[in-house]
């Protein structure tokens, strides 16, 4: 688990504080293990047991946290798998094979042969997107529906580092402002965010982030998404190129809704509703 924090201390601090965020989940929740190739998946279920499975996959930096605001109301029409990515800040093992190799899509199967699930629908944020992405162009027939949020891997990313560099000397508050410029919003001191915002101060000074470029899906690898494809992205994102995303998405995807958000960064908030309307959609 070191490999991907800065020590181990880092890494016990914030494995246990994301435990405390588990332990106030606000409906009944099962903590599940799977074993995969890759070493153990943490996985978070909710909702009825007999109700059609969804996926979800948080972004970089990020675990079952992101889904605190959506999972109260997806969990009333969906079994929702909230699925810690290998490699990042969760509970699952930090294996961290190539992007661009079918690794992850095989560490998935073992995911789904674990929870028993042959079908479901998929909401991605981010890198996220990009896994959710990467597995249902590799694995269509297993994939109902996508729902991406800022998706990885379609349009071009962007370099910020040169930007961003100069804050990372300046303690917390650099790292703090760091985080606001990247995700193109600040976390304020009110309904819990205080507490988010903390917990994201704590990953960032321990954790070690992926580095280089997400593989980019090509325009055939694209075309092969015969599902309905949501995705909503922000024009003021300063990772990735979201018109570009919109474009390729809108040119290649025949079932694609896309959603382009002018004033929005990297971050995209308040999409509950949007998904799930999106989800039950027959």
């Not at 279920?45 to 999972?71: E, Q, R, V, Y």
């Amino acid at each position: 688990m070191n490999a991907i924090y800065k020590s181990k201390r880092g890494a016990e601090a914030v494995r246990e504080r994301y435990l405390q965020f588990l332990d106030r989940w606000p409906l009944p929740s099962e903590r599940i293990v799977v074993p995969t190739r890759e070493g153990v998946t943490f996985v978070l279920a909710c909702g009825p047991k007999d109700a059609p499975p969804l996926l979800l996959f948080h972004g970089s930096g990020a675990n079952a946290t992101m889904w605190l605001g959506d999972i109260g109301e997806w969990s009333k029409h969906f079994r929702c798998y909230a699925v810690d990515m290998i490699g990042e800040p969760g509970m699952s093992s930090p294996s961290r094979p190539k992007l661009d190799s079918d690794a992850y899509a095989l560490w998935l199967d073992d995911v789904l042969k674990g929870l028993k699930i042959e079908r479901a629908s998929i909401v991605g944020v981010s890198l996220g997107g990009w896994l959710a992405l990467d597995y249902a162009t590799r694995k269509p027939e297993r994939v109902t529906k996508l729902a991406l949020l800022c998706p990885g891997g379609v349009g071009r990313q962007k370099s910020t580092i040169l930007l961003a560099l100069p804050l990372m000397f300046f303690g917390r508050w650099g790292r703090t402002k760091l985080r606001s410029f990247v995700l193109g919003h600040t976390m304020q001191d009110t309904s819990g965010m205080k507490e988010m915002s903390e917990f994201a101060s704590l990953v960032f000074a321990n954790f070690r982030p992926r580095r280089g470029k997400l593989p980019v899906f090509s325009d055939a690898k694209l075309r092969a998404l015969t599902m309905p494809l949501l995705a909503i992205v922000g024009g003021r994102d300063v990772l990735l190129d979201s018109r570009q995303t919109a474009r390729r998405l809108e040119r290649a995807v025949p079932k694609a809704d896309i959603r382009f958000l002018p004033k929005t960064g990297h971050l995209i908030r308040g999409q509950t509703a949007a998904v799930l309307e999106f989800l039950k959609r027959a």
